[in-house]
Antibody, heavy 122, light 110 residues
Framework: QVQLVQSGAEVKKPGASVKVSCKAS????????INWVRQAPGQGLEYMGW????????NYAQKLQGRVTMSTDTPTSTVYMELRSLRSDDTAVYYC???????????????WGQGTLVTVSS | QSVLTQPPSASGTPGQRVTISCSGS????????VYWYQQFPGTAPKLLIY???QRPSGVPDRFSGSKSGTSASLAISGLRSEDEADYYC???????????FGGGTKLTVL
């Protein structure tokens, strides 16, 4: 069965960086892209970006351009999301979510990681 | 401020029909497909509706989606206590070149 397993919770100081991993299993890794979505405490969902597991192409949310980098490690079927220059408002649960595709259209599908809480605090 | 506008809350009694609206613009809902997600506290979102009105396998037919112009709606008929959750609409936005979500609607079953 398809599974996305994320790395554990992190506590970081303002200005630091965090790198969250998302290990995929149960399907051919290179077939589907991975999206990252975050959710601040008590708030809604925010799209962070997407990476192709086929060729590493990325699409980052305009708001995070310059601070976020997504990467893949094909041998381990793992996707990484690094966020730099952390601020208190980056405190959130970070989710990876696999693409699903239907009729040549791909979208944020039904396979999500369990979420990783990143707390930014001095 | 979310790009897509949803009411912050909705409610209904068991057995009732409830609708949740999602309003956007020509750069998103008006020209793109709409998706709906259900989220329970402390858990990851679950895909409820894809491509405006399609249900993934396992989603009861009590849930239905529709789209007209720059707005979309999620309808839940035969409301049940286990439907109490947060609901989010989402679509691609050409102006932002990225996915956008509504602010979410908290559904309460009275």
């Amino acid at each position: 069965q398809v599974q996305l397993v994320q790395s554990g919770a992190e506590v970081k100081k303002p200005g630091a960086s965090v790198k969250v991993s998302c290990k995929a299993s149960g399907y051919t890794f290179s077939t589907y892209g991975i999206n990252w979505v975050r959710q601040a405490p008590g708030q809604g969902l925010e799209y962070m970006g997407w990476i192709s597991a086929h060729n590493g192409n990325t699409n980052y949310a305009q708001k995070l351009q310059g601070r976020v980098t997504m990467s893949t490690d094909t041998p381990t079927s793992t996707v990484y999301m690094e966020l730099r220059s952390l601020r208190s408002d980056d405190t959130a649960v970070y989710y990876c979510a696999r693409d699903d595709c239907s009729s040549s259209t791909c979208y944020i599908g039904d396979y999500w990681g369990q979420g990783t809480l990143v707390t930014v605090s001095s | 401020q979310s790009v897509l506008t949803q009411p912050p809350s909705a409610s209904g009694t068991p057995g009732q029909r409830v609708t949740i609206s999602c309003s956007g613009s020509s750069s998103n809902i008006g020209s793109k497909l709409v998706y709906w997600y259900q989220q329970f506290p402390g858990t990851a979102p679950k895909l409820l509706i894809y491509r405006n009105n399609q249900r993934p396998s396992g989603v009861p037919d009590r849930f239905s989606g529709s789209k007209s112009g720059t707005s979309a709606s999620l309808a839940i008929s035969g409301l049940r206590s286990e439907d109490e959750a947060d609901y989010y609409c989402a679509t691609w936005d050409d102006s932002l070149s990225g996915w956008v979500f509504g602010g979410g609607t908290k559904l309460t079953v009275l």
